[in-house]
């Protein structure tokens, strides 16, 4: 049974930092790409980032391109989202998902709170 | 607003049929599959139906999928007051090379 729990998710203060993390497992992790998907309070789904199999590739939504960084460690079946110089807007559920063949969010971790307030 | 449009709510009666679309371009499901999502209320989104038209092990065949040019939509038969949820469409944009979700419907039975 494929398992993502995500941990990390806290209050920060604009401007700071937080590092979310994805423990996964029930799959070969490193044959699949990752991704971080978002939800503000009473808002929709928003994806964030993807990370392919290896790590070699990655890809941002504009909203946080430069500011965040995905990554993972396959020798710990681990997924990382490094998220820097937050901005309210940021305050949401983060998700993490395994990805399927052609792209599409198989399976869901059960989400981990970033509140970014002063 | 969602590149991807979707209705904000729908609903229907016990036991009846609804459908749920999802409008979007050539960028994105004009050239690429559909996925749908279901998220009930307090928890995680769960995929219900994903190339367009497939179903994962486990969901039951009152949920169908289907795609026609630039526009894909969500069939729900059958329904229960269990099935009322957030419904989402996602997709690939290979113009933004984004990810994109709908903007997401509500589903009411009532």
């Known amino acids: 049974e494929v398992q993502l729990l995500e941990s990390g998710g806290g209050v920060a203060q604009p401007g700071g930092s937080l590092r979310l993390s994805c423990a996964a497992s029930g799959f070969t992790y490193s044959t699949y790409a990752m991704s971080w998907v978002r939800q503000a309070p009473g808002k929709g789904l928003e994806w964030v980032s993807t990370i392919s199999g290896s790590g070699a590739n990655t890809y941002y939504a504009d909203s946080v391109k430069g500011r965040f960084t995905i990554s993972r460690d396959n020798s710990k079946n681990t997924l990382y989202l490094q998220m820097n110089s937050l901005i309210v807007e940021d305050t949401a559920v983060y998700y993490c998902?395994?990805?399927?063949?052609?792209?599409?969010?198989?399976?869901w971790g059960q989400g981990t709170l970033v509140t970014v307030s002063s | 607003q969602s590149v991807l449009t979707q209705p904000p709510s729908v609903s229907a009666a016990p036991g009846q049929k609804v459908t749920i679309s999802c409008s979007g371009s050539n960028s994105n499901i004009g050239n690429n599959y559909v996925s749908w999502y279901q998220q009930l209320p307090g928890t995680a989104p769960k995929l219900l139906i994903y190339?367009?038209?497939k179903r994962p092990s486990g969901i039951p065949d009152r949920f169908s999928g289907s795609k026609s040019g630039t526009s894909a939509t969500l069939g729900i038969t059958g329904l229960q007051t269990g099935d009322e949820a957030a419904y989402y469409c996602?997709?690939?944009?290979?113009?933004?090379?984004?990810?994109?979700f709908g903007g997401g419907t509500k589903l009411t039975v009532l």
């Open positions: 996602g997709t690939w944009d290979s113009s933004l090379y984004s990810w994109l």
């Open positions: 998902t395994k990805v399927g063949p052609s792209s599409f969010q198989d399976n």
């Open positions: 190339d367009n038209n």
